[in-house]
């Protein structure tokens, strides 16, 4: 079945307008008609709000589009997380009110998560990439949280590994998440292939997949990451990481950590979605030395209860 028709099959069961859609997720009544008729093509962020105004899982959605994938569709995500390997949203809102109450705190911490790795035996062997660190480094120490966010990359050789690790715990999964698992799912395949080639097997413009691949998710259609799924041979693997990627870019997975009604407004202000992303590119940096992760997470945690108490849900 085609989302479009699955959409109007759902929305006429229920007696619903498509006001109160428009309400719950966010999206103009314009384009939830424009979907519902076939006249534009759903992205995957709005499905993600759109099932979330409905109450849709993951899983009941795949399974109505008739896209077989498997159980990693079911993860359970941790309200709270002592994980050393990973941060899950309760970390990310409260790293958040430390910057909004201590930001010098929040920046030295930031910081502290990359200079740390200038002592890595992984990173001296590699002359580019220390170098690399100490620029980021200099920067970082010269700038505010805020500014951070524009000069901390992604790390461009991250292992699809530390992706599933944080997707397997719970945690926080954020747009290059999904390029760095596609990258990595390829290499394991043998599916090294040249994008236009991959375009080619698959469907998708070689634009979308290049967006794609670094982390610019926001235009990815549904289709094209079902497409990719299969492609790759992932199970539902792929699809899965994305569509936890999308809850945390749109805004969803706040609504269902703070238990709050659908028809809530909790988008990130775009101050909020830089900061947020920075936290944990900087985390993601630290698969070059898992040793000291396990401390740097270890401590900005401490830092948190220390200033704002220990945490506790909404």
Partial sequence: MKFQDWLREIRSERGLELSQISNG????????????NGLTRVTLSSTV?????LGVSLLDLVKSLEFQGSLSMCRKVPEVSSS????????????????????????????????GLLGSEAIHQEGGREKQLRDLVNLS???????????????????????????GEGGILIP?????????????????????????????SRSALSRLEIGVTGRILLDDMIALDRFLDTDGE?????WAAGEFQTGVSRK??????????????????QVANTLIRTLRWQYLDQEFRFDWVGRVRAELDHRLGPSRLF
């Fill in 49 to 53: 709000c759109i099932c979330h105004a």
């Fill in 25 to 36: 997720s966010g999206l103009t009544i314009s384009l939830l008609s424009r979907i519902e």
């Fill in 256 to 273: 269902k950590y703070r238990g709050m009604d659908s028809v809530c407004s909790l988008r990130w202000t775009p101050e909020e979605y």
């Fill in 238 to 242: 792929l699809f899965s990481i994305a």
């Fill in 176 to 204: 290059a998440d999904i390029g760095a698992y596609a990258r990595g799912a390829r290499t394991m395949r043998g599916l090294n292939l040249p994008l236009r080639e991959v375009s080619a097997r698959t469907g998708i």
């Fill in 141 to 167: 120490m010269q700038s505010d949280v805020h500014l951070q966010s524009s000069l901390i990359p992604y790390p461009p050789d991250a292992p699809a590994t530390e992706v599933l690790i944080a997707f």
């Fill in 84 to 115: 050393p390997d990973t941060f899950v949203l309760a970390d990310v809102e409260r790293f958040l009110t430390l910057y909004a109450t201590h930001p010098a705190v929040a920046r030295d911490l930031l910081t502290e998560g990359l200079e």
